[in-house]
Nanobody, 116 residues
């Protein structure tokens, strides 16, 4: 059973920082692509950033230069460092992994609220 478990969400003031973690139950080498998506109330789920096994990244324009994705292969964990947070970053953040067999796996989501 492949599981992805997010952690690290919370309430932060505008301009603040948070780091999200996504721990996989299997080696992340088994995932061709891993990424973070988010869904704000009343909106569709959108891509935030993804990273391939080779280390290539693809960021949404709205988070470029503020968010950074990284992976710790030894810990089977992917991180999302979020800096200079804005109220419009408020959403449920989901970890996603595309397994080598093409199947997509999702975490349960973690709430990020940016508010003063």
């Amino acid at each position: 059973q492949v599981q992805l478990v997010e952690s690290g969400g919370g309430l932060v003031q505008p301009g603040g920082s948070l780091r999200l973690s996504c721990a996989a139950s299997r080696s992340i080498f088994n995932f061709n692509v891993m990424g973070w998506y988010r869904q704000a109330p009343g909106k569709e789920r959108e891509l935030v950033v993804r990273i391939t096994n080779g280390g290539s990244t693809n960021y949404a324009d709205s988070v470029k230069d503020r968010f950074t994705i990284s992976r710790d292969n030894a810990k089977n964990t992917v991180y999302l460092q979020m800096n200079s947070l804005k109220p419009e970053d408020t959403a449920v953040y989901y970890c996603n992994g595309r397994y080598f067999n093409g199947r997509d796996y999702w975490g349960q989501g973690t709430q990020v609220t940016v508010s003063s």
